[in-house]
C-alpha cells in the first residue's frame, strides 16, 4: 500500500474512533447528571396502584369537576396501563379541589367587545396513602386556556367549554409529570 493510502486509511480510522467516543460521551453525560425522560421516575412512595377521586368543585361550574377529573384518570391510564383502580384497591388516593375559575379578556374587538378571552383553572391536589399519610401536595396549581369569543353566543359558550376540556388535558399532564418528577 502507498504511503499516502496508509495515511488516508489510518485518518479514516481515527475519525471512526473518535465518533464512537463523542456516541458513548452522548449517551453517558446525561446519565451522569441524573437526567431523565419526564414521566419515567416512579410515583411518590413507590405507589402502583391509585385511585383517582372526582375533585371537589368551588366553582359555578357544575360539569368543570368532571371534566378534570376524567382528564387525570385518561392521563395516568395513558401513561401507565394498569395504574389507576377503585379506592379499595390503591395503595394510595390522588383527590384535590377545582378552587376557582377566572376569565379574563386578552384581546377586544373593540371597547366594548371581546374578541379573545383567557380561561385560568386553579386546583389544588394531593396525594395520600391508605393510612393517611401525606405523599405529595401541589397547593395552588395553575392552567391557561385561551380562546375566541364569537358574537354568536352559542359558539363563544362551545369554544369556551372546548377551552375548559384542553385546559383540563394541560392540567392532567403537568399533574403527571409533577408526581413523576424526581428532582
Known sequence: MSESRYRCAARAGRARALRRW?????????AACGYHLVGE???PGGVNRL???????????SFLQS???????????????????????????????????EAETVTRANSQTASQRRLVIYVS???????????????????????????????????RRRAMEKAA???????????????
Not at 75 to 98: H, K, W
Not at 127 to 151: C, F, I
Request: with cysteine.
Open 22 to 30: 463523542w456516541v458513548v460521551l452522548v449517551c453517558l453525560i446525561p
Open 41 to 43: 421516575s416512579s410515583l
Open 51 to 61: 385511585a383517582i377521586t372526582v375533585l371537589d368543585n368551588r366553582t359555578a361550574h
Open 67 to 101: 371534566t378534570v377529573t376524567n382528564a387525570l384518570v385518561d392521563e395516568f391510564s395513558r401513561r401507565r396501563p394498569n395504574l389507576i383502580v377503585s379506592v379499595e384497591q390503591a395503595q394510595a388516593v390522588l383527590s384535590g379541589t377545582i378552587q376557582r375559575l
Open 125 to 159: 391536589l394531593s396525594m395520600t396513602d391508605k393510612a393517611g399519610h401525606l405523599l405529595w401536595q401541589e397547593g395552588d396549581m395553575r392552567v391557561e386556556q385561551n380562546y375566541p369569543v364569537s358574537s354568536n353566543k352559542t359558539t363563544s359558550d362551545q369554544n
Open 169 to 183: 388535558l394541560r392540567l392532567a399532564e403537568n399533574v403527571y409529570e409533577r408526581l413523576t418528577s424526581s428532582f
